[in-house]
Antibody, heavy 117, light 110 residues
Framework: QVQLVEAGGGVVQPGRSLRLSCAAS????????MHWVRQAPGKGLEWLAI????????YFADSVKGRFTISRDNSKNTLFLQMNSLRTEDTAVYYC??????????WGQGTTVTVSS | QSALTQPAAVSGSPGQSITISCTGT?????????VSWYQQHPGKAPKLIIY???KRSSGVSNRFSGSKSGNTASLTISGLQAEDEADYYC??????????FGGGTKMTVL
């Protein structure tokens, strides 16, 4: 079945880096744009970034531009989010999602990132 | 990239209909037919229910419908059921290959 599984979350100190991954299965990963979305504790959803199907184009929300990078390895059906210079306000559950006509039709279960000293 | 505006909470009794509004601007909701709606139960990942403003995602009940007028999109749930109690989020394409979400609406079935 179509599935996305995130990994890589954890507790990290402010200013440090963390890389999240998202393993895709059940669909032709290399033909879809992919997104990252996060949700801070008790808060709403926040769109973070999109990467084109072939990895050539990447776009970010202003809140993470310059600190976060999105990438993908189509040979391994895996999406990544590199998060640098982490702040306490980056504490959230991070979801990867499959894009479909600017909707997000498949979501992972999320991975939790806690930024704390 | 300002968040879309949704009511914080709505409620209705079983069998009734409710509508959740999602107000944006002429730079997002008003300019594109790419509004989507998501249902999220506590502790779960969001689930796509409506895309491109009014198209139901596969397997979604026809009790859910979407529409748009000007800068405001709406989600209507008819024949409310207990399992519809959840948080609902709208999302719109905002140009330059970016998306913006609404703040979310907590829907309670009385």
């Amino acid at each position: 079945q179509v599935q996305l599984v995130e990994a890589g979350g954890g507790v990290v100190q402010p200013g440090r880096s963390l890389r999240l991954s998202c393993a895709a299965s059940g669909f032709t990963f290399s033909t879809y744009g992919m997104h990252w979305v996060r949700q801070a504790p008790g808060k709403g959803l926040e769109w973070l970034a999109i990467i084109a199907y072939d990895g050539t184009k990447k776009y970010f929300a202003d809140s993470v531009k310059g600190r976060f990078t999105i990438s993908r390895d189509n040979s391994k059906n895996t999406l990544f989010l590199q998060m640098n210079s982490l702040r306490t306000e980056d504490t959230a559950v991070y979801y990867c999602a499959k894009g479909q006509q600017w909707g997000l039709d498949v979501w992972g279960q999320g991975t939790t990132v806690t930024v704390s000293s | 990239q300002s968040a879309l505006t949704q009511p914080a909470a709505v409620s209705g009794s079983p069998g009734q209909s409710i509508t959740i509004s999602c107000t944006g601007t002429s730079s997002d909701v008003g300019s594109y037919n790419f509004v989507s709606w998501y249902q999220q139960h506590p502790g779960k990942a969001p689930k796509l229910i409506i895309y491109e403003g009014s198209k139901r995602s596969s397997g979604v009940s026809n009790r859910f419908s979407g529409s748009k007028s000007g800068n405001t999109a709406s989600l209507t749930i008819s024949g409310l059921q207990a399992e519809d109690e959840a948080d609902y989020y709208c999302c719109s394409y905002a140009g330059s290959s970016t998306l913006v979400f609404g703040g979310g609406t907590k829907m309670t079935v009385l």
